[in-house]
């Protein structure tokens, strides 16, 4: 090999070296500086949404409590309910007592609970004790075959009826018929008696709305924030919920990674590529908000 080769060889070497070794310490320098922004970024989008989950929240309890406020104001204007002695209704197959405002029987009747719901509260419901705990006798509260949801009631256990049972006001989140509500639970007396229940309560938060706005957001080029409740069921997603689809992702490792953490990241593999999500549980509505 003559001289000059050996000296093309050698630089080409010795530039070759430097190359792998500045692009080996590049990579070290810059590839975490990355990451780290990355998940700067996903951390900031996930404070985002679960401030937004917040205060959708909040504002929900506060609107429900001023309707539980409007509700047994107007049934108090109404007039007083009387319990008949003699006179009995039924309700679900259930025999009752008859209860009556000027004159006017309240159970099947609904136009109280109506008129509350005309005020913009979004459901109402007008409850009776019987044996087994509290019966609707008058509500707007509708079933998935789109009746009232009269004669379904709540039992001695639920802790609505334990504070009833004590003269206190309940609210909170509550399984109703369905679904999730904000509600507003208080005792209604008859003779000094508390003897029913007058209920208001809104949807938890709007999922479908959610859903909607998700599917507006767009993080780092491919990502996206959705929700799963506690029980595995996405509840709000730019595409599946988006579309009145229901997922259930309750048996993927991925989330039960998430139950066990509570909150972080987990990456898997998901349809040929790799995702890593980041999380935080909210316990307002025992969900988790994700990106």
Known sequence: M????????????????????????????????ITSNYADAMDENLLNVEAMVNLEVISQKEKTFVAGNLAMNYLDKTGSIEESENDFVYVNNVQLPKWSINQNTIQNNFEIVDAIKDYGVETATIFQKFNNGYIRVSTNVMTDQGARAVGTHIGWDSPVVQAIEKGERFQGRAWVVDRWYITDYQPIYINGEIKGILYVGNTEINYSALSNYFATKNYLGSGYPYIVNSEGIVTAHPVYAKNGKEIDISNEEFFKEMVQKENGTVVYDWEGGEKTQFFKYVPEIDSYVTV
């Not at 080769?5 to 590839?31: A, E, M």
Request: proline share 3%; charged share 10%.
């Open 2 to 33: 003559t001289i000059g080769k050996k000296l093309y060889l050698l630089v080409g070497i010795t530039t070759l070296l430097i190359f792998v070794i500045l692009t080996t310490y590049l990579s070290l320098r810059i590839n975490p500086l």
